[in-house]
């Protein structure tokens, strides 16, 4: 089975930024109910999506107060025990995240590591990319930060 997820989350001054469960420095960041990790969020989706389990805004909705600044790891748990639950074992999972600044470059082997633990499986079988939008679109102006996913499920 594949999933696919997308995620966007506006940008602004002084929130954190959070991205595939890593804390990176800026000045900026996600706004959001929960901690607005774009990247875990698509990842949820996709894990959702593969095993027709509906959604994140279904299992987690922004309007319960449970999940006001709830940690992103929190919900990928969750998707990870519901899709092995019923029966499914993760086979990878492959990233892009779309963020014109800062570079996260340097961060991106921590947040391959965190996915991988977090789905239990080895680094190798998880992927995580990142691209600017080339100065082009919201995103490209620094308005938001975009994350796609793709996760197949084995039986
Ligand atoms: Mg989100």
Redo the contacts with the bound molecule.
Sequence with gaps: MIGFGY???RLADGESLILGGVPIPSSFGTV?H?D???LL?ALVDALLGAAGLGD?GEHFPDTDPRWKGESSSTFVRHAVHLVTSAGYRIVNADLTLILQAPKILPYKPLMRDHIASLCGLPVERVGVKATTAENIGAVGRGEGVEAYCVVQLDP
């Design positions: 995620d966007v989350h959001a929960s607005g990790d774009v969020h994140i």
